[in-house]
């Protein structure tokens, strides 16, 4: 069976950004509404929880039509044809957390990593890579579908055999992760939801940590979970910044970032925290005072300037006593799916070529 990486025990800090310490699961079975959780490989007419979130799985028989499946691996690969696509169901106009997995496993005892694409439609969603056989490589995409229906679709590049391990998709509010345009691909981010966002860990070694036993007030419109607020990058030296750099998968593509902060120090009335954040050196936020226990998302409706290197600094302001903290990042990649999906006439029909 498919079960989806979850566990971080470790001093972490997310990727190019913000802190989680002991990131144990959230349990998502309270409200699946909206969920879509497909195990490629899986047995026709199967279906399971998985005993860590609470999540429903069924097999993904009913969306694909050429195939093979590796059972004790549960996963589906597509040895013929140059492309081959699940139609999957959707509801027009809602917006969509839309999640590819891959785990190759050596499941065809060959030890040869494949390399193939991932579309979305007729559009390039992402290049599928490994860095090894037991490394899992999740593609997440939020996507707001024209149709009641959207094609996910692995193409061949002669380098290895396309194959899937899962498809999952989650139900967003309209109103957060807003674009002016395109889809907005997932470029780094953390653990566990109730949009079921994953969340991965990262050190870096000029910060340390804060940290509270108390629950964390997560109620804005992104509710980014407690377990990751709980948790806090400041630098080990007080007057230096939160320096936050990345070079761009696509140094020509446009950028959306969202940085989520909450005081988890209770402060005494002569100490203050204070900060600003600059972009690549021009101011990005003013002022800003992180609220005690409860979340603040910082983000911006434009997009960050295309460039090969971004460079974020969250600089104490100069009447602050304490440095600045960073709980939790994300940023987005925009995709310019230029092509549209079939019509909706010719869609009702599953391809494969």
Same mark, same amino acid.
Request: charged residues 20%; glycine residues 6%; proline residues 5%.
């Given at each position: 069976?498919?079960?989806?990486?979850?566990?971080?025990?470790?001093?972490?800090?997310?990727?190019?950004?913000?802190?989680?310490?002991?990131?144990?699961?959230?349990?998502?079975?309270?409200?699946?509404?909206?969920?879509?959780?497909?195990?490629?490989?899986?047995?026709?007419?199967?279906?399971?929880?998985?005993?860590?979130?609470?999540?429903?799985?069924?097999?993904?028989?009913?969306?694909?039509?050429?195939?093979?499946?590796?059972?004790?691996?549960?996963?589906?690969?597509?040895?013929?044809?140059?492309?081959?696509?699940?139609?999957?169901?959707?509801?027009?106009?809602?917006?969509?957390?839309?999640?590819?997995?891959?785990?190759?496993?050596?499941?065809?005892?060959?030890?040869?990593?494949?390399?193939?694409?991932?579309?979305?439609?007729?559009?390039?969603?992402?290049?599928?890579?490994?860095?090894?056989?037991?490394?899992?490589?999740?593609?997440?995409?939020?996507?707001?579908?024209?149709?009641?229906?959207?094609?996910?679709?692995?193409?061949?590049?002669?380098?290895?055999?396309?194959?899937?391990?899962?498809?999952?998709?989650?139900?967003?509010?309209?109103?957060?992760?807003?674009?002016?345009?395109?889809?907005?691909?997932?470029?780094?981010?953390?653990?566990?939801?109730?949009?079921?966002?994953?969340?991965?860990?990262?050190?870096?070694?000029?910060?340390? %940590?804060?940290? +509270?036993? #108390?629950? /964390?007030?997560?109620? &804005?419109?992104?509710? =980014? *979970?407690?377990?990751?607020?709980?948790?806090?990058?400041?630098?080990?030296?007080?007057?230096?910044?939160?320096?936050?750099?990345?070079?761009?998968?696509?140094?020509?593509?446009?950028?959306?970032?969202?940085?989520?902060?909450?005081?988890?120090?209770?402060?005494?009335?002569?100490?203050?925290?204070?900060?600003?954040?600059?972009?690549?050196?021009?101011?990005?936020?003013?002022?800003?005072?992180?609220?005690?226990?409860?979340?603040?998302?910082?983000?911006?409706?434009?997009?960050?300037?295309?460039? %090969?290197?971004? +460079?974020? #600094?969250? /600089?104490?302001?100069? &009447?602050?006593?304490? =440095? *600045?903290?960073?709980?939790?990042?994300?940023?987005?990649?925009?995709?310019?799916?230029?092509?549209?999906?079939?019509?909706?006439?010719?869609?009702?029909?599953?391809?494969?070529?």
């Amino acid at each position: 069976m498919w079960r989806t990486l979850k566990h971080f025990l470790l001093f972490a800090v997310l990727q190019f950004g913000g802190f989680a310490l002991n990131l144990t699961l959230l349990v998502h079975a309270q409200d699946q509404s909206g969920f879509i959780s497909i195990d490629c490989g899986l047995a026709t007419n199967s279906s399971y929880t998985e005993k860590e979130t609470g999540i429903n799985y069924i097999s993904d028989e009913s969306f694909i039509e050429t195939n093979e499946s590796k059972p004790y691996w549960s996963l589906r690969v597509f040895p013929q044809g140059t492309r081959n696509c699940y139609k999957i169901n959707v509801t027009r106009g809602t917006k969509y957390l839309i999640r590819a997995s891959f785990l190759y496993g050596n499941y065809d005892d060959q030890y040869r990593l494949p390399e193939f694409q991932l579309h979305l439609g007729p559009n390039l969603w992402d290049s599928v890579k490994f860095e090894s056989a037991s490394t899992v490589a999740n593609k997440e995409l939020i996507h707001v579908p024209l149709l009641n229906y959207i094609h996910v679709c692995l193409v061949d590049t002669n380098k290895g055999v396309p194959f899937i391990s899962a498809i999952e998709l989650r139900t967003l509010p309209n109103t957060i992760y807003q674009a002016q345009e395109g889809s907005l691909a997932l470029d780094s981010r953390y653990p566990d939801d109730i949009y079921d966002r994953f969340w991965y860990g990262y050190d870096r070694d000029e910060w340390t %940590q804060l940290n +509270t036993s #108390s629950s /964390i007030n997560t109620n &804005n419109t992104y509710q =980014p *979970p407690s377990v990751v607020l709980a948790t806090a990058a400041t630098p080990k030296n007080v007057d230096d910044s939160v320096n936050i750099f990345w070079l761009p998968s696509d140094n020509t593509a446009k950028y959306y970032v969202y940085m989520h902060f909450a005081e988890v120090e209770k402060l005494p009335g002569n100490e203050s925290r204070q900060f600003n954040i600059t972009r690549n050196g021009e101011l990005y936020s003013g002022l800003f005072a992180p609220k005690y226990l409860s979340v603040s998302t910082i983000f911006s409706l434009s997009d960050w300037s295309r460039g %090969q290197y971004i +460079t974020l #600094s969250i /600089i104490k302001a100069g &009447n602050s006593t304490l =440095p *600045p903290i960073l709980n939790a990042f994300e940023t987005y990649m925009v995709k310019d799916f230029a092509e549209p999906e079939t019509n909706q006439q010719d869609g009702n029909n599953y391809w494969s070529s």
